[in-house]
């Protein structure tokens, strides 16, 4: 079975602090993602990878950067962190190739800034 | 804006009871249709991926439909357990880039004795 593992279950920092998450698979996947999840929105994209090294913009990046310097390990960092970043961060991964193969999500972050 | 709608937002359910969970989308083009199951405090976890060609997939008591050319997807529960208590979420994939996936909120189910 895949295993996506999310470094903290649970995180609180303040406001203006560098947070950084981390996520690690074990599945040898080209595709890593993260995303937020907020209560009444569905889950959106941040940042999303299909390489070491290589990055793209998802539908909300500001504020955000990620790190995938090793195929297994995809980082997301918040440069300054803010109130509104308060939310359930999510990491998937997947096969590359064609979309119709399934994400595969960690248990997610709950991160809250005061 | 490619968008997916789910209803109802909740149900609740007698144990042993069969449900049907509706998605509307209007994703294109498309590419494939998936359902996650999201117990709480976990992350989501793919039930059935199904594209243009297919009309209905199981995996053991949850069945998937789709019609493409109504836009439509159900989800349908059969006996319900206990462990079945989660969100359901329809997921929406348009250009067969992997990156390229639109997400309903959800429907929330909780079986009860």
């Known amino acids: 079975d895949v295993k996506v593992t999310q470094s903290s279950r649970y995180l609180v920092k303040r406001t203006g602090e560098k947070v950084f998450l981390e996520c690690v698979q074990d599945?040898?996947?080209?595709?890593m993602f993260w995303y937020r999840q907020d209560p009444g929105l569905g889950l959106r994209l941040i940042y999303f990878s299909y390489d070491v090294k290589m990055k793209e913009k998802g539908d909300i990046p500001e504020g955000y950067s990620v790190s995938r310097e090793k195929k297994e390990r995809f980082s997301l960092i918040l440069e300054s962190a803010s109130t509104n970043q308060t939310s359930m961060y999510l990491c998937a991964s997947s096969l590359g190739g064609h979309s119709n193969q399934p994400q595969h999500f960690g248990d997610g972050t709950r991160l809250s800034i005061l | 804006k490619n968008q997916v709608e789910q209803s109802p937002q909740s149900l609740i359910i007698l144990e042993g009871k069969n449900c049907t969970l509706q998605?509307?989308?209007?994703?294109?083009?498309?590419?494939?249709l998936r359902w996650y199951k999201q117990d709480t405090g976990r992350g989501p976890v793919s039930l059935t991926i199904?594209?243009?060609?297919?009309n209905t997939k199981s995996n053991r008591r949850y069945t998937a439909t789709l019609d493409a050319d109504t836009k439509q997807s159900s989800l349908h529960i059969t006996a319900s357990q206990l462990s079945d208590s989660a969100s359901y979420i329809c997921v929406v994939s348009d250009t067969g880039t992997a990156s390229k996936l639109t997400f309903g909120t959800g429907t929330r189910l909780q079986v009860t004795l």
């Open positions: 199904m594209t243009f060609s297919e």
């Open positions: 998605c509307n989308y209007t994703v294109s083009p498309f590419s494939n």
């Open positions: 599945m040898d996947h080209e595709n």
